[in-house]
T-cell receptor
């Protein structure tokens, strides 16, 4: 079993739909949880990051962490064609002494929002 | 801050030559940077951890003599792919803190 499991999709939704992206994990030491968006042939762009359990909202994006179930989610409201990309979840147990994360990534979910 | 800049974004080189990729932290100092490789439709694979002022730490299976990493300052790490072969063609991405560079598409012909 991989440390982080993420369905690769593709997930195809109509414009305006609510999108739910999810990851499960097995390492209970993970404390930091991130969601990245990656367009084709570009580096990942950080969307959200949360520490421990709970919800975090930023515009149309909401991240949820349920540590008891080892399950994290990213919700996108009012999805747009420009949201079409690969979404990667990532998680890390702790910061390094230099203040960096060493994340473990999911394989990414390909999202297609069609007009 | 977590703005990371990577250069070049795309490079084509001949088999047997070496290619250098630069990764810079723009708004912070990074004692640690990370280098990833990504294959099509796959997640990021950590290659090595770049440590300022000391040797890089390589992941299992990554040839340190082939992928030379230098982290000479708190804002710059470089990855040099030496004696490149077509199988080294890939997308290379650097990271520091939660930021990622734009990635470098390397094609070896």
């Amino acid at each position: 079993q991989k440390e982080v499991e993420q369905d690769p999709g593709p997930l195809s939704v109509p414009e305006g739909a609510i999108v739910s992206l999810n990851c499960t994990y097995s390492n209970s030491a993970f404390q930091y949880f991130m969601w990245y968006r990656q367009y084709s042939r570009k580096g990942p762009e950080l969307l959200m990051y949360t520490y421990s359990s709970g919800n975090k909202e930023d515009g149309r994006f909401t991240a949820q962490v349920d540590k008891s179930s080892k399950y994290i989610s990213l919700f996108i409201r009012d999805s747009q064609p420009s949201d079409s990309a690969t979404y990667l979840c990532a998680m890390s147990p702790e910061l390094t002494s230099g203040g960096s994360y060493i994340p473990t990534f999911g394989r990414g979910t390909s999202l297609i929002v069609h007009p | 801050g977590a703005v990371v800049s990577q250069h070049p974004s795309r490079v084509i080189c001949k088999s047997g030559t070496s290619v250098k990729i630069e990764c810079r932290s723009l708004d912070f100092q990074a004692t640690t940077m990370f280098w990833y490789r990504q294959f099509p439709k796959q997640s990021l694979m950590l290659m090595a951890t770049s440590n300022e002022g000391s040797k890089a730490t390589y992941e299992q299976g990554v040839e340190k003599d082939k992928f030379l990493i230098n982290h000479a300052s708190l804002t710059l790490s470089t990855l040099t792919v030496t004696s490149a072969h077509p199988e080294d063609s890939s997308f290379y991405i650097c990271s520091a803190r939660v930021g990622f560079g734009q990635g470098t598409r390397l094609t070896v012909v």
